[in-house]
């Protein structure tokens, strides 16, 4: 069972920036695609971006232009650059590997207006 630990969050002022990072336990993490999902209070939780082994990138049509997903394979981590933060981001961001399942604890981001 792999391990999925997210830092990086935290408060900030809209249009304001923050990276998420997802850590990996395990080294097969180099052949799973990866997604960040976030979960606003009261709401579902949606996919906000992923990435495959390869790079291709896909991203939530209210992130798009602002949020950047991206990996590094020797670091088993993958990052969320979040530029231009609006306070309709505010939520836990989780790490995802579904091709195992797994799940990170979550990180929360905060918006302020």
């Known amino acids: 069972q792999v391990q999925l630990v997210e830092s990086g969050g935290g408060l900030v002022q809209a249009g304001g920036s923050l990276r998420l990072s997802c850590k990996a336990s395990e080294s097969f993490f180099r052949i799973y695609a990866m997604a960040w999902y976030r979960q606003a209070p009261g709401k579902q939780r949606e996919l906000v971006a992923s990435i495959t082994t390869d790079g291709t990138t896909t991203y939530a049509d209210s992130v798009k232009g602002r949020f950047t997903i991206s990996r590094e394979n020797t670091k088993l981590t993958m990052y969320l650059q979040m530029n231009s933060l609006k306070p309709e981001d505010t939520a836990v961001y989780y790490c995802?590997?579904?091709?195992?399942?797994?799940w990170g604890q979550g990180t929360q981001v905060t918006v302020s207006s």
């Open positions: 995802s590997m579904p091709g195992r399942n797994s």
